[in-house]
Nanobody, 124 residues
Framework: QVQLVESGGGLVQAGGSLRLSCASSGRTFSIYTMAWFRQAPGKEREFVAAISRSVGSTHYADSVKGRFTISRDNAKNTLYLQMNSLKPEDTAVYYC?????????????????WGQGAQVTVSS
């Protein structure tokens, strides 16, 4: 199993940018399909973006398409989420997740490993 640790969260004004990182350890990072999810208070965990093992494919939620970019560096065992043009509705705890499957799934239960989460707060 892979261990995941997020970093890079914080407080930012609307229109600003943040970059989240997710460092992995344990099993080989490159065998995992990776994703970002987020959960706002009182809401269910929702899909943000996913990336394939070899960085060949990505998939985004409509709500972040054109503003967020998911990427990975398999040599550094790290996943990233560049977030631009942030909105107050992007406020949530952001989680990285790993799956041994090949599908860029939007369903949380298909991911077997999760980080502890990073708080992102966007003020208006």
């Amino acid at each position: 199993q892979v261990q995941l640790v997020e970093s890079g969260g914080g407080l930012v004004q609307a229109g600003g940018s943040l970059r989240l990182s997710c460092a992995s350890s344990g099993r080989t990072f490159s065998i995992y399909t990776m994703a970002w999810f987020r959960q706002a208070p009182g809401k269910e965990r929702e899909f943000v973006a996913a990336i394939s093992r070899s960085v060949g494919s990505t998939h985004y939620a409509d709500s972040v398409k054109g503003r967020f970019t998911i990427s990975r560096d398999n040599a550094k065992n790290t996943l990233y989420l560049q977030m631009n043009s942030l909105k107050p509705e992007d406020t949530a705890v952001y989680y990285c997740a790993a799956s041994e499957g090949m599908i860029l799934s939007t369903i949380p239960r298909t991911y077997s490993s999760w980080g502890q989460g990073a708080q992102v707060t966007v003020s208006s």
